[in-house]
């Protein structure tokens, strides 16, 4: 059965930093790209950033570079999100996701070219 499992969610003030990680199961992720996705209350779900499957290429939304890095490891089937200076709307429930999105950065922001997802760890950023 193919799982991937987010740990690292909590509570952290604004300007804090917070961990995610993202272990996969059932199969090797290592030829897939590995994505994380969010989704606030009452808001559809939104692309955060995105690894290549060789972990050589990155995407990030305009709202999270230069302050959350994604990287991978693929011996551990593990990819990780590090988020610092937090802010408060980055307050959502936190999504892994793998898969084959394609070529083109567009199609690696895009959830529906995501085969598997998470369960979702809640991120809380207090102001």
């Known amino acids: 059965q193919v799982q991937l499992v987010e740990s690292g969610g909590g509570l952290v003030q604004a300007g804090g930093s917070l961990r995610l990680s993202c272990v996969a199961s059932?199969?090797?992720?290592?030829?897939?790209?590995m994505g994380w996705f969010r989704q606030a209350p009452g808001k559809d779900r939104e692309f955060v950033t995105a690894i290549s499957w060789n972990g050589d290429t990155t995407f990030y939304t305009n709202s999270v570079k230069g302050r959350f890095t994604i990287s991978r490891d693929n011996a551990k089937n593990t990819v990780y999100l590090q988020m610092n200076s937090l802010k408060p709307e980055a307050t959502a429930v936190y999504y892994c996701?793998?898969?084959?999105?394609?070529?083109?950065?567009?199609?690696?922001?895009?959830?529906?070219?995501?085969?598997?997802w998470g369960q979702g760890t809640q991120v809380t950023v207090s102001s």
């Open positions: 996701a793998a898969g084959s999105p394609g070529r083109g950065a567009v199609r690696f922001t895009m959830a529906g070219r995501y085969d598997y």
């Open positions: 059932g199969r090797t992720f290592s030829n897939d790209a």
